[in-house]
């Protein structure tokens, strides 16, 4: 994604109880690199869209890598024309692989949008190889950082979505942000960590503080760069666990 990317709206990414196959919290200091962490627990993933057309995801594979998420739609007007080929690619190699819709909150409700994702490829079923959805919530990369919705209308933007994608999956969706939009953008409200799971963004040796409601992140985007295509990432639990999330 994603962090602090200002650019085109059509590729703008910068940036449940808790889930019994995620751990407790990450170890504080997982060093820069992903090597020492191939194959064992917590394993590696990445999340790619449009800026990241061709992957060789044999290739990935190969590198200890055993998770995805894809960019497929944002706002209801952008579906990547990467996605397909990506999402295919992915699961032929073998990877757990899910889809994340890129919020844009102040164009359309978010029902809207979860609809629009679930239309083009953002959907679930308990195959055992797909995450649930994933809210790409953050940094608005085109103007007002929180874009120009409350804290309170910002939540129930997000409750909006979430509610709409549990109505249609049975699964909440992932969310994705940073601790520090959370905490400026939703006056860091508690509501959402009994039911989504997190995807924290925070590139640094350790995951830092989380936002309020959850006690731990599912997973960890680590860095914008590295090794593999795309944001690296890591699943906070074992590659059992990943599973037992992708079946439900």
Known sequence: MRIAMVVALTEARPTRQQPAYALSVFVASVTAAP????KRAAPQGIDVSGFQPTVNW??????????????????TTFISSSFSSQYVGATNAGFIRGAYHFAHPDSSSGAAQANFFLAHGGGWSADGITLPGALDI???????????????????WIHDFSNTYHAATSRFPIIYTTTDWWTTCTGNNAGFGSQNPLWIARYASSIGAVPA????????????????????????????????????
């Open 35 to 38: 090597r020492s962490l191939e």
């Open 58 to 75: 044999n290739t990935v594979k190969a590198n200890g890598v055993s998770f995805a998420f894809i960019k497929a739609t944002e706002g």
């Open 138 to 156: 953050e940094y608005n990369p085109n103007g007002a950082e929180c874009y120009g919705l409350s804290a309170a209308a910002m939540v129930a």
């Open 213 to 248: 409601g959850w006690s731990f992140a599912t997973f960890w985007q680590y860095a914008d760069s590295g090794p593999n295509p795309g944001d690296q990432d890591i699943f906070n639990g074992d590659a059992a666990g990943l599973q037992r999330m992708a079946t439900g």
